[in-house]
């Protein structure tokens, strides 16, 4: 019988699933969860991007990234801008509570 215990796969995701509660929980006191602050890193070290950029870089899927932009809009930690040129484009960039967080 197959035994998940002795899995490699297994065990690594358990471990991963621990690693990302773990940071949750320290992010608690800051108000951001762990997707938050990651989106927040690539806008500090990258800049302004456009959401499927942040979709691309967080390797998540676009209307995952559209909630994600909203909730950090509602929070104030973002700005969301439609490019001049192409209005299907919509930019993002951290505002300064965003750059604090």
């Known amino acids: 019988m197959f035994d998940l215990d002795t899995c490699v796969c297994f065990s690594t995701n358990k471990v991963a699933k621990k690693l990302a509660d773990t940071f949750n929980e320290r992010l608690l006191p800051f108000g951001v969860t762990r997707v938050q602050w990651t989106a927040m890193y690539f806008l500090l070290r990258d800049g302004r991007m456009s959401q499927k950029e942040l979709s691309d870089k967080m390797n998540i ?41």
């Not at 994600?68 to 484009?89: A, H, P, Q, T, Y």
Request: proline share 0%; charged share 45%; no cysteine.
């Open 61 to 101: 899927k676009e209307s995952t990234t559209v909630r994600l932009v909203d909730r950090m809009e509602k929070d104030g930690f973002i700005v969301r801008f439609k490019d001049s040129n192409d209005r299907r484009i919509t930019y993002i960039e951290l505002t300064e509570k965003g750059k604090k967080g």
